[in-house]
């Protein structure tokens, strides 16, 4: 077997210069780096990974002890704690399995004391916590225990169980069963004795003549213990605390009785009800995951306690109108997008619950442009996208207000962040619209380019500065600049820096205007008109100039060929609106996704609202489609399917969160952003014709029609008479 002093000499460098290359440390140059690598792959040597884990440092991980990692509530626990550590806690996470043995928990509490763990999350099967506090001696914030509480635990997290018990037992009540069956965990462990007592109780109010079967049962005996409830007359209806527990009382009704399986109520994660005669009570267990982590992270405070509320019932659709008659049809107008594409997907179901039929007529930005400008050309449509830009031009001239659609619907827009609603849905104080597809600008990369030694060290042979995420405009070019200088066609490894898109005016104006806020500029004031301020205006203008000597130059009038080039390994860094981005998450590509804030943390805002058509009549049926539209549900599915949303629900999921993990940074900051389509004191003028304006005066310069004072001047003097217009 080859070593290191084999590999060293091969590639003509020192023991020590190969030992640093192959652990990861020390200040080696890009061609030793290389040598090294293309030796130890000739001598086919692989690190020992063992040996390396035991030479890195455990003082910053953390250790998560679980019963077991295939039981649902436990392995989401684990991906939702692991996702959310791994964007923002720069030490391990290392998994422990007890399968439930006391003894075995103990022997895994010496193992991690010999350790220097910062933190231990622990599900634990042991009567008293005392055995982690003196075996860990680790101060008790730094011990977490989930869903079971050990006497004299001092920090705790669990979902809320009790809230689970009362909602479905108030459902079963309603019919009154004279027989109802539970097979759940042991009583001994927290949430188990929470879930029976919530059910007991709410029984014994709701419906006292109930018979309440208790079977408890850890899970390496449920399949046994499902079969005790068919030994004789079975339940009129079952409740499992856990899908594992739900799947073997399924298995035990079609082995074990004669008779049809009773209904199924069961605990579980996101996916919603599918099978007959089966009730899922949501219960997030990803979720607490994040909040574990958002706590280890230093985001979240806790006293003592934390208890997260259930999501509720996976079919919560607030109830609809009675259904319309067969042959109804709502047209919609609206732009080519992800949330289009997944909004397609989607529409059978809604025809399948209303009998209404969508249309979509699907058109670029400039179309859509035009026909909300002569919509009295086009009275046939009922429903409109319209983007958020020119919504507060075009609100009160194409669009029917929500509460005169219907009185309660502007109550859907407690979906949605105060600030949200103010962009896309409110002018002067009145909800026109509902947000469809609210987005922002992010930066979008390409970590394991960011994390990889040679590139890291090839940028500093370069720069004499570190690779790291661009928080500045200077750091971005300069990132862009050195991945185009050192691209290679064809190798997905030396992609280009980034691209710029040139083949419409509001796109131009959009990159440009990046830069300009980043400076701090502004197009409304409070003392003069809509303008660009010269001196940054000029400062952003030459910065746009250089960028496109540096990137790849796209003549597309949308950003979707700028987004494939990402997603096909072209590019090394992208910024982006989220909504035309959540496709690349479905690519190969999605594992090697970074994420961050734009250069300058000024984004824009983007995506747009839908409303109904002031020439529509079809008030009932547009009601129908928006309370479908904005259930919780339906919002879950748009989004997975690589749509967008800015409803809260979206960041409380996190089967969502794992797989768009961007929506993070929009959780903890939803209110940064700017699009300026209105004045201070909300006056109206036509940003979209604004941006088309800056966009022709941007192209001039690239043009080298005019210098960058020229353009400044004819944007300036142009926006004074047009943007009202």
Not at 186 to 210: I, R
Not at 513 to 527: M, P
Not at 546 to 553: G, I, K
Request: with cysteine.
């Amino acid at each position: 077997m080859a070593t290191i002093k084999d590999i060293a000499k091969l590639a003509g460098v020192s023991h020590g210069t190969a030992s640093n290359v192959l652990n990861g440390r020390g200040n080696v140059s890009v061609e030793k780096i290389e040598a090294v690598k293309q030796a130890a792959q000739q001598m086919g040597y692989q690190i020992n990974a063992q040996a390396q884990s035991l030479r890195a440092s455990k003082s910053s991980g953390v250790a998560l002890i679980l019963p077991d990692i295939n039981s649902e509530q436990y392995h989401q626990l684990y991906r939702g704690l692991q996702q959310s550590l791994r964007s923002s806690f720069p030490g391990d996470l290392d998994l422990y399995v007890t399968n439930d043995l006391p003894s075995a928990e103990r022997d895994i509490l010496q193992t991690l004391a010999a350790k220097s763990y910062q933190t231990i999350v622990t599900v634990s099967c042991l009567a008293d916590s005392e055995s982690y506090y003196q075996t860990l001696r680790l101060p008790a914030e730094q011990i977490l225990f989930v869903y079971r509480h050990p006497a004299q635990a001092k920090v705790t997290f669990n979902l809320n169980f009790c809230q689970a018990g009362q909602a479905i037992a108030s459902e079963i009540a309603r019919e009154q069963p004279t027989h109802v069956g539970v097979l759940c965990e042991p009583l001994a462990y927290t949430n188990g004795q929470c879930f029976v007592e919530a059910l007991k109780d709410t029984l014994a109010q709701l419906s006292p003549s109930t018979q309440l079967t208790v079977i408890p049962s850890p899970a390496s005996e449920c399949h046994t213990a499902a079969f005790a409830f068919f030994a004789g007359q079975p339940p009129q209806v079952l409740i499992a605390q856990d899908s594992e527990k739900a799947r073997c009382l399924t298995q035990a009704a079609y082995l074990g009785s004669a008779a049809p399986c009773p209904p199924i109520w069961q605990l579980s994660d996101n996916e919603p009800a599918v099978l007959a005669n089966q009730y899922h009570y949501q219960m997030d267990y990803a979720r607490l995951g994040l909040e574990i982590a958002r706590y280890i992270c230093g985001l979240a405070t806790l006293a003592d306690e934390l208890i997260l509320d259930s999501r509720g019932f996976a079919l919560d659709v607030q109830p609809m109108p009675a259904v319309s008659e067969q042959g109804e049809t709502l047209n919609m107008l609206i732009l080519p997008s992800p949330s289009t594409d997944a909004l397609k997907k989607l529409l059978p179901h809604f025809y399948r619950q209303t009998g209404i039929k969508v249309n979509l007529a699907v058109y670029p930005y400039d179309e859509v442009f035009e026909i909300l400008s002569n919509l009295h050309l086009h009275p046939y449509y009922d429903l409109l996208r319209i983007d958020m830009a020119c919504l507060p031009w075009f609100a009160a001239k194409a669009l029917t207000p929500l509460a005169e659609i219907a009185p309660e619907l502007p109550e859907l827009l407690e979906n949605f962040s105060a600030e949200v609603g103010h962009h896309f849905s409110q002018i002067d104080g009145k909800a026109y619209a509902l947000p469809f597809d609210a987005s922002t600008q992010l930066l979008f990369y390409r970590r394991d380019l960011f994390e990889d030694p040679t590139v890291k060290r090839m940028f500093y042979e370069k720069s004499g500065k570190e690779l790291k995420i661009p928080t500045s405009f200077a750091e971005f070019d300069d990132i862009t600049a050195f991945f185009t200088a050192t691209h290679q066609s064809g190798n997905p490894q030396r992609p280009i820096g980034s691209s710029t898109t040139l083949g419409s005016s509001g796109l131009i104006a959009t990159e440009y205007l990046l830069r300009y806020y980043a400076l701090g500029g502004r197009l409304v004031h409070q003392d003069k008109p809509v303008q660009l301020e010269a001196t940054l205006a000029i400062e952003a203008l030459r910065q746009y100039q250089q960028q496109l000597t540096v990137t790849t130059n796209l003549n597309s009038e949308w950003w979707n060929a700028a987004v494939a080039q990402f997603e096909q390994g072209q590019l090394a860094m992208l910024i982006m609106y989220m909504n035309l981005f959540n496709d690349v998450a479905h690519s190969p590509l999605s594992p090697a996704i970074g994420y961050a804030p734009v250069p300058g943390n000024m984004p824009q805002m983007g995506g747009g609202s839908l409303g109904m058509s002031r020439f529509s009549d079809k008030k009932a049926q547009v009601e129908q489609f928006f309370r479908w539209l904005y259930s919780a549900e339906i919002t879950e599915h748009l989004v997975l399917l690589g749509g967008n949303s800015a409803h809260r629900s979206i960041y409380q999921n996190q089967r969502i969160l794992h797989l768009y993990p961007w929506f993070n940074l929009l959780r903890d900051n939803p209110s940064i952003g700017i699009r300026e389509s209105r004045g201070l004191q909300g006056e109206l003028f036509n940003l979209r014709h604004a941006e088309i304006i800056i966009g022709q005066g941007v192209t001039n310069v690239v043009n080298k029609i005019m210098d960058p004072q020229q353009a400044i001047d004819y944007i300036n003097q142009r926006l004074l008479s047009e943007a009202h217009a």
